[in-house]
């Protein structure tokens, strides 16, 4: 008898009792050796199944199951996925860490930032020797909303700075996304850390009261580290961005438009996969 999921949390422990008692196996056995599902499925239920959350330490569980990962190839299965939890749930212990990280114009890490993205976006041909300051109205080039950039990564912090600067690393592609034509451009800064937000709020997703980590999925089969990460979130921001032009949408759909998107994005990653470049063009 298979194990079946219930809409109701007040049947689990009954579940899983008699669940037990007529497979032999523990509930994280009967996931882990369902075959059917996809692997990011059974990763995703065993996370159901242990309440799994950021506030829950995995170390535990991981070192009672690298104990047992050599006495059967379920138990090694076992310990794959609880090391996989475990290690997203201390991605998101850095990620949030990053994120309530305050921007200053103090901090020398940050400065450097700020150069690296001046440089690369702000002065954009070869005569511009301009330096860098903190005051200035040319950060609203880049889509900033004033001349002090501080002031805009109160929501994302350091993240939204790092992620800034990330896409700038190739400068070529991120130019084009800072220099479009008016009435099609949007605030190139401003929709970056919109967008870094985005995947923040999808590590970690609250529906209805029930908490789902909708990019456990992803993480599932790629590696869950910072890197891939950002990986991710260029990944995103460029489908978003392709979405904008395909819209030929104005400043002033940037809201509607943003729901719509981040509505395909939420079931790209409910499809127990990888998210996939192009989950824009799938609109059901």
């Not at 196996?25 to 159901?48: M, S, Y």
């Not at 209805?208 to 980590?213: E, F, L, N, Q």
């Not at 456990?216 to 991710?232: G, I, K, Q, T």
């Amino acid at each position: 008898m298979p194990w079946l999921p219930t809409s109701s949390d007040s049947f689990r422990p009954l579940q899983r009792t008699v669940n037990s008692f007529l497979t032999g196996k523990t509930e994280w056995e009967q996931i882990v050796a369902n075959r059917t599902l996809p692997f990011p499925q059974r990763v995703q239920d065993v996370a159901k199944s242990i309440d799994f959350n950021a506030n829950k330490s995995m170390d535990e569980e991981v070192d009672r199951a690298a104990k047992d990962k050599t006495k059967s190839q379920l138990n090694n299965q076992i310990y794959t996925i609880l090391h996989k939890l475990n290690l997203y749930q201390k991605l998101i212990e850095q990620i949030d860490d990053i994120r309530k990280t305050k921007v200053t114009d103090t901090d020398e890490e940050h400065l450097k930032l700020f150069d690296l993205i001046w440089s690369r976006l702000v002065t954009q041909s070869n005569d511009d020797h301009d330096e860098r300051k903190m005051i200035s109205k040319r950060w609203t080039e880049i889509g900033f909303q004033g001349k002090n950039p501080l002031t805009d990564f109160r929501g994302m912090g350091l993240l939204g700075l790092q992620a800034i600067e990330y896409l700038s690393r190739d400068r070529t592609k991120c130019l084009s996304f800072v220099n479009l034509s008016s009435p099609n451009d949007y605030s190139f800064a401003i929709g970056v850390i919109n967008v870094v937000s985005w995947l923040v709020h999808l590590l970690e997703y609250d529906s209805s009261g029930k908490r789902s980590h909708p990019l456990l999925s992803h993480f599932a089969v790629y590696p869950c580290n910072f890197d891939e990460f950002f990986r991710l979130f260029e990944l995103v921001f460029q489908e978003w961005h392709q979405y904008w032009i395909d819209q030929n949408a104005s400043i002033m759909e940037f809201e509607q438009l943003s729901r719509v998107f981040r509505a395909q994005l939420l079931r790209e990653c409910e499809q127990y996969r990888p998210i996939r470049p192009n989950f824009r063009l799938n609109s059901s």
